[in-house]
C-alpha cells in the first residue's frame, strides 16, 4: 500500500498500526471509543485500513477474527470507562472551562444527539467522528439505566468495530482500491461526517438565528453551559 495522506503523518493510519501494531491500534480505538483525549484520532479510516492491511497480510499477520474480537472488546471497554466517568465526575466537565483538549462545545453536541436519538444513539454516534466519544460520557451523566447502556454499547462496538473492518477487508482484494486508497479513506471520512453536516443544514433551516452555533442546534434558547439532565431518554430504553 502507499502512504496515505489524510493529515499529520503521526496520524496516518497505516502509519500508526505499522509502528505500533496490533497493540497500538487497539489502544487508538479504545481512547477514542470513551476518553476526553482521543477525540481527534482517527477512527473509521483507521479501522478500514486495518481490514485492508489484513487482508493483505500487510504489517498484522494476526487471523482476522481474532482482530475483529480485539477490536470490538476495546470499542465496548472504551464506552464503558466513558459512561463510568460521566457518572462520576461528568457533572464537574460540564462546568470547567474550555482547556485545550476539552471543549465543552463537544460535550454539547453529543448531549443534544443523546437526548434526539435516546439509547439507539450509542449505536450511531459510532459512526460520527467526536460525538462518538463523548456520547457514552454523556449517557453516564443524563444517568442512562446501567443494562440497557451495556446492551446498546456491545451492539454499537460490534457494527462499527468489526463492520467497518470486515468492509476494509472485504475490499482489500479488489485492485481498484489499492490504486486509489487514499480517495478511499477520504470517501470513509465524509461518510462519516455525513450525519454531522446534516445536522447542521437541519439546524440552520430550523434556527437561521443560531446557524453558527453547530450541528447540536445550539442557540436555539437553551442555556449552552448548563449540564445536562436526566431525561426520560436517558432513563429508560
Known sequence: MNALALGPHWLDPEHLIQAFGLAG???VVFAESGLLVGFFLPGDSLLFTTGLLVAAGEYLHQPLWLVCLLIVLA???GDQVGYLTGRRVGPALFRRPDARLFKRQHVARAHV?????GPKSLVLARFVPVVRTFTPIVAGVSGMAYRPFVLFNVLGGVLWGAGVTLLGAALGGVAF???HIEAMLIGIVLLSVLPVLVELLRA???HPLAAGSGPDGAGSGAEPDAPPTATGQGQHV
Not at 444527539?113 to 436519538?117: I, Q, T, Y
Request: charged letters at 30%.
Open 25 to 27: 491500534l487497539l489502544l
Open 113 to 117: 444527539f443523546f437526548e434526539r436519538h
Open 204 to 206: 440552520r433551516r430550523t
Open 75 to 77: 470499542a465496548v471497554l
Open 177 to 179: 482500491v489499492h490504486e
